[in-house]
């Protein structure tokens, strides 16, 4: 899906020149950490970008280094020059985006993908029930224990990684409004996103009680569409820019507290939306407000007097960092404070948490090797807390996590923060 309406977006020539080449960002790379391979670190990254920048060919070579970034930004925490790596990184699949002929194939798959399937509720619900029905039937059971798609490839491999349908989808209650238990302290508009309410209905339903729990009423805005984060990831800027404009116009001037969502990797694209718009005389400076209100679920919990009526939760858990919230939002703290507070929940923090665990968006789809590669190390470390429970903040990470504990684990459970919170709430009992 080419971007033909936009000139060339290339990374800024002042984001380059703040990285010194120092090397510190080594050890936090996800993909040098597996290959050893100095292009395939943050700052040989930089350094192939600076070449294009200069002049040179985007080459079939650059294309490759460039995608196989997982961008998840862990060089930034690590980096104390303060590169902006994650902005570089997108500029740079926008530059190869609308200046690198794309294969006729690929280009059909991604203007579906992008263009309609991310934006249109009623095709995502088609396809979420055709996916219940073959996981219902007991078919996806029958394929999986035959083996017969690793036949084809890494088509098994694909296959354990499709995210579950969870009928009744939540777009039926976008354009509801919930009203706060007991006396309203705030009121808070809820991003939904696109994928999640097919694949993760019972969380956005879970967001919802925990923050009705906690004195919100909860907005679901009708007019909100895909936040565009998988459509920065992959170069798409123009396509981002629109549907951040329908964003905006949708949530902007309901007069609310916060505006929340529960998906991490969202949240870094939803609170980076006026660098998106930054050209953008008529959405700028809203676009700036809406960034303002733009909050993680997890960091508005923290931030407020939690209510404390939980019942017990006897569990064993460990945490994950999601990598757009850890490094992309610079949220760590506020995830395990909530967890502290759910009485009965044990604990234990895992060895080197904020690594990647290989989700990434779309990016276990389309580097399927590497993601895999990284998901084993990163259950090594799951596997060394004894946890029973992997808990993270970004429904793409709970799948990977839970292919992960089917392949590498001892079947741990994988959770998101919230519902951990919630499962407490529904056990209180006030006698």
């Given at each position: 899906?080419?971007?033909?309406?936009?000139?060339?977006?290339?990374?800024?020539?002042?984001?380059?020149?703040?990285?010194?080449?120092?090397?510190?960002?080594?050890?936090?790379?996800?993909?040098?950490?597996?290959?050893?391979?100095?292009?395939?670190?943050?700052?040989?990254?930089?350094?192939?970008?600076?070449?294009?920048?200069?002049?040179?060919?985007?080459?079939?070579?650059?294309?490759?280094?460039?995608?196989?970034?997982?961008?998840?930004?862990?060089?930034?925490?690590?980096?104390?020059?303060?590169?902006?790596?994650?902005?570089?990184?997108?500029?740079?699949?926008?530059?190869?985006?609308?200046?690198?002929?794309?294969?006729?194939?690929?280009?059909?798959?991604?203007?579906?993908?992008?263009?309609?399937?991310?934006?249109?509720?009623?095709?995502?619900?088609?396809?979420?029930?055709?996916?219940?029905?073959?996981?219902?039937?007991?078919?996806?059971?029958?394929?999986?224990?035959?083996?017969?798609?690793?036949?084809?490839?890494?088509?098994?491999?694909?296959?354990?990684?499709?995210?579950?349908?969870?009928?009744?989808?939540?777009?039926?209650?976008?354009?509801?409004?919930?009203?706060?238990?007991?006396?309203?302290?705030?009121?808070?508009?809820?991003?939904?996103?696109?994928?999640?309410?097919?694949?993760?209905?019972?969380?956005?339903?879970?967001?919802?009680?925990?923050?009705?729990?906690?004195?919100?009423?909860?907005?679901?805005?009708?007019?909100?569409?895909?936040?565009?984060?998988?459509?920065?990831?992959?170069?798409?800027?123009?396509?981002?820019?629109?549907?951040?404009?329908?964003?905006?116009?949708?949530?902007?001037?309901?007069?609310?507290?916060?505006?929340?969502?529960?998906?991490?990797?969202?949240?870094?694209?939803?609170?980076?939306?006026?660098?998106?718009?930054?050209?953008?005389?008529?959405?700028?400076?809203?676009?700036?407000?809406?960034?303002?209100?733009?909050?993680?679920?997890?960091?508005?919990?923290?931030?407020?007097?939690?209510?404390?009526?939980?019942?017990?939760?006897?569990v064993t858990a460990t945490y994950q960092d999601s990598c757009h919230l850890?490094?992309?939002?610079?949220?760590?703290?506020?995830?395990?404070?909530?967890?502290?507070?759910?009485?009965?929940?044990?604990?234990?923090?895992?060895?080197?948490?904020?690594?990647?665990?290989?989700?990434?968006?779309?990016?276990?789809?389309?580097?399927?090797?590497?993601?895999?590669?990284?998901?084993?190390?990163?259950?090594?470390?799951?596997?060394?807390?004894?946890?029973?429970?992997?808990?993270?903040?970004?429904?793409?990470?709970?799948?990977?996590?839970?292919?992960?504990?089917?392949?590498?684990?001892?079947?741990?459970?994988?959770?998101?923060?919230?519902?951990?919170?919630?499962?407490?709430?529904?056990?209180?009992?006030?006698?």
């Amino acid at each position: 899906m080419t971007d033909s309406t936009a000139v060339s977006e290339g990374p800024k020539q002042a984001d380059l020149d703040r990285c010194v080449h120092c090397g510190l960002c080594l050890n936090a790379c996800p993909t040098y950490r597996e290959l050893g391979v100095e292009m395939d670190s943050p700052r040989g990254r930089i350094y192939q970008m600076v070449q294009v920048k200069a002049g040179a060919p985007i080459t079939p070579s650059y294309i490759e280094h460039i995608e196989l970034c997982l961008a998840c930004r862990a060089c930034e925490t690590a980096c104390p020059s303060g590169v902006p790596y994650g902005r570089l990184v997108e500029a740079a699949r926008a530059d190869i985006e609308t200046r690198a002929p794309q294969p006729w194939l690929k280009r059909i798959v991604r203007r579906f993908v992008f263009g309609h399937l991310l934006q249109s509720p009623r095709t995502l619900s088609a396809m979420g029930a055709a996916l219940y029905l073959y996981e219902a039937s007991g078919l996806q059971r029958l394929v999986r224990a035959s083996g017969v798609l690793n036949a084809f490839g890494r088509l098994g491999a694909l296959e354990a990684l499709t995210p579950p349908a969870a009928p009744p989808f939540f777009f039926n209650k976008i354009g509801e409004t919930f009203p706060a238990e007991g006396k309203q302290r705030y009121r808070v508009a809820m991003m939904a996103g696109c994928i999640a309410n097919v694949s993760f209905a019972r969380l956005n339903e879970a967001t919802v009680r925990v923050l009705r729990k906690n004195g919100c009423e909860v907005v679901l805005p009708r007019d909100q569409t895909c936040c565009g984060a998988l459509h920065v990831h992959a170069g798409i800027r123009t396509e981002a820019r629109k549907l951040a404009r329908r964003n905006i116009d949708a949530v902007l001037d309901g007069k609310f507290d916060a505006i929340i969502t529960n998906a991490a990797g969202c949240g870094s694209t939803l609170k980076e939306y006026d660098e998106l718009l930054e050209d953008d005389t008529g959405y700028h400076a809203r676009a700036k407000q809406f960034v303002g209100l733009m909050k993680d679920v997890t960091e508005f919990l923290a931030s407020i007097e939690l209510n404390p009526a939980m019942g017990r939760l006897p569990v064993t858990a460990t945490y994950q960092d999601s990598c757009h919230l850890a490094h992309g939002q610079k949220i760590k703290v506020q995830p395990r404070k909530l967890l502290a507070a759910i009485p009965g929940l044990q604990f234990t923090e895992m060895p080197l948490a904020d690594i990647c665990c290989g989700s990434a968006g779309i990016y276990n789809v389309l580097q399927n090797e590497m993601a895999m590669d990284v998901l084993e190390s990163k259950m090594a470390s799951v596997n060394a807390t004894k946890a029973r429970v992997i808990v993270t903040a970004n429904p793409g990470c709970m799948l990977q996590l839970e292919a992960g504990a089917r392949q590498h684990g001892s079947g741990q459970r994988v959770a998101h923060v919230v519902e951990m919170l919630d499962e407490a709430y529904r056990n209180y009992s006030a006698d």
